[in-house]
């Protein structure tokens, strides 16, 4: 292993007032990503970049994107460059990240989703926007309207391939790709590059530098995994107990209705509870990511479709409730603790009839975990892991668009404001905004 120190922003290449800027925002130290990836884009090679969630990617495409898009001017409606991404939220957290550094170097940059109106947005890319950061759905709806052009583009980056892959989103994207002019140039983010993201890399990107920071398996040195083996008739009052632990705590199950079921049954256990899933309106979607953050609401229930729209700091536990049918939903639903070196912990329910299934899904994924842990004896140690609790069992009243979210156990422990602030995108975001709503076609 090299004893040399990591490169500086500066010596990455970025320009003295971007370098100003991140500092302002207390960031000085480049992750691997960024100092791998940063110096290729400044240069102008295409770029496939490999990373986990967490990994800092979107500074590693960011900064030097907004970089290359200095020193000229966009015409009204047509963008320089673009960043599509699979959601909504990861929509507005990209703009919340790269929002100070675009005001440094004087740009313009916007990002248009579902949930928002058209026209609002129409008149907003009319005004001229430099960078550009979409989902596929929606930039379709503009360019059907000719409200966007898309000629001017020298720079697209397609963040969270592999997702855009799951959701059946690729086919839009490549009919926007299409609207570029082929001598843009192409960088593409992903967590895994296998199956339709291979095919998207081959007819996009030109000679593309490869940067992988990570293997795709859930090898988080700070991330410890555990499986509890529940009898199926006490597993709902196991998952209540764990709810109430102190600490921001995430719930993964399969199905939306699975997390309506849960949400209404931890609240009526008196754990104070929100979920999460792509049919919740635009009003909900944007309390509960709020209360999440802040922490007055400390556990959410939420589908895999929701798991990698959730970058909110200090999760110190990950349940799945449902255990994952697959290997990439496990690394995803994982990912969201023990971001960017903090430390975290992952517990995988099963009953008797899941435990084959469950073993096969943790070993494709790579991950080592700890002998299972039964629970239902005077074995405890399922209670020390996960922090277990008795619930209060007093109801959480229901919560209202005039009313907040009332804080029945333990705030952000760690004391870290909106707990938007990812190290792993290295800045503090802003939870609200545009960009949440019903999930449509295409992201929107």
């Known amino acids: 292993m090299s004893d040399r120190p ?13 370098v100003h800027s991140l500092g302002r925002e207390g960031i000085s130290t480049p992750f691997p990503i960024q100092a791998a990836a940063i110096p290729d884009i400044l240069a102008g090679r295409d770029v496939l970049g490999r990373g986990p969630t967490g990994s800092g990617k979107t500074l590693a495409f960011g900064l030097p994107l907004l970089v ?5 001017a966009s015409r009204p409606g047509r963008p320089r460059g673009i960043v599509l991404v699979p959601t909504r939220e990861l929509a507005t957290q990209i ?5 100070a550094s675009a005001v440094a170097l004087g740009l313009r940059m916007a990002a ?3 949930g928002v109106p058209l026209k609002a947005q129409a008149t907003r890319l009319g005004r001229g926007v430099d960078l550009l950061v979409a989902t596929p759905g929606r930039l379709a709806d503009h360019l059907g309207r000719d409200t966007v052009r898309l000629d001017d583009v020298a720079i697209t980056v397609v ?3 592999d997702h855009m892959a799951e959701l059946g989103f690729l086919p839009q994207v490549t009919e926007i790709l299409d609207q570029t002019p082929r001598s843009a140039q192409r960088l593409l983010f992903s967590a895994t590059l296998d199956g339709e993201v291979d095919t998207l890399v ?3 990107l030109h000679d593309p530098v490869t940067h992988a920071t990570a293997a795709a398996v859930a090898a988080v040195d700070t991330m410890a995994h555990h499986v509890l083996h529940v009898p199926r008739e006490i597993k709902w009052d196991t998952v209540a107990r764990i709810a109430a632990r102190n600490g921001r705590t995430l719930l993964f199950v399969r199905t939306k209705a699975g997390v309506d079921r849960l949400t209404d049954e931890l609240r009526t256990a008196g754990v104070n509870a929100a979920g999460l899933h792509g049919d919740k309106p635009q009003g909900h979607r944007t309390r509960v990511l709020t209360g999440f953050a802040d922490g007055t609401v400390p556990v959410l229930v939420a589908t895999d479709v929701a798991a990698r729209g959730i970058h909110v700091d200090d999760v110190s536990l990950v349940v799945h409730v449902d255990p994952p049918t697959e290997p990439k939903a496990y690394l995803h639903r ?27 899904v943790m070993r494709a994924a790579g991950v080592e975990a700890d002998p299972p842990l039964p629970v239902g004896g005077k074995d405890r140690r399922w209670a020390t892991v996960t922090g277990a609790r008795e619930p209060s069992r007093t109801p959480v009243p229901e919560q209202t668009p005039e009313t907040p979210p009332r804080a029945d156990q333990t705030r952000n422990p760690r004391g870290r404001g909106n707990g938007f602030r990812s190290r792993g995108d290295q800045r503090r975001g802003r939870p609200a905004g545009p960009g949440y709503g019903r999930r449509r076609r295409g992201g929107r």
């Open 68 to 72: 290359r898009l200095t020193g000229a």
């Open 202 to 204: 081959a007819r996009y």
């Open 95 to 99: 703009e919340a990240s790269l929002d």
């Open 159 to 161: 963040d969270e391939a």
């Open 112 to 114: 248009i989703v579902g």
């Open 334 to 360: 994982a990912g969201r603790t023990a971001r960017a070196g903090e430390s975290g912990v992952v517990v995988t329910v099963v009953t008797e009839d899941e435990r084959a299934a469950a073993a096969k």
């Open 6 to 18: 990591s490169p500086s922003f500066a010596q990455l290449g970025l320009p003295t007032t971007l």
